[in-house]
């Protein structure tokens, strides 16, 4: 599978954005889909994730109650929408998939399958 991420660019703190990442493939729907951010100098960081059936989904302490995750089976997508932002999310955003499909995943190390990045920069 191929993922395509899109979406990020500067916003002010406060402020919000949809990320999306397009798979290519018709096994999509039995991915586990996870999305991950990078700061320099710092380890790729767990922000969400949904299993394959999206029946499941989880996000990071850091994140939960602003940021939410979901699919749409039809476009072959997931998207990250991220609201009240933060300057200290400020990241390249990644989004990647999980062949295994059951549950989510918060380790990248579990994800088979990695799209370009996004960067994401929040000002104060």
């Known amino acids: 599978v191929q993922l395509q991420a899109s979406g990020g660019g500067l916003v002010q703190a406060g402020g919000s954005l949809r990320l999306s990442c397009a798979a290519s493939g018709r096994t999509f729907s039995r991915y586990g889909m996870g999305w991950f951010r990078q700061s320099p100098g710092t380890e790729r960081e767990f922000v969400c994730a949904v299993s394959g059936s999206g029946s499941t989904i989880h996000c990071a302490d850091s994140v939960k109650g602003r940021f939410t995750i979901a699919r749409d089976g039809a476009k072959n997508t997931v998207h990250l929408q991220m609201n009240s932002l933060k300057p200290e999310d400020t990241a390249v955003y990644y989004c990647?998939?999980?062949?295994?499909?059951?549950?989510?995943?918060?380790?990248?190390?579990?994800?088979?399958?990695w799209g370009q990045g996004t960067q994401v920069t929040v000002s104060s």
């Open positions: 990647a998939a999980d062949e295994m499909g059951l549950g989510v995943r918060t380790d990248p190390r579990e994800y088979e399958h």
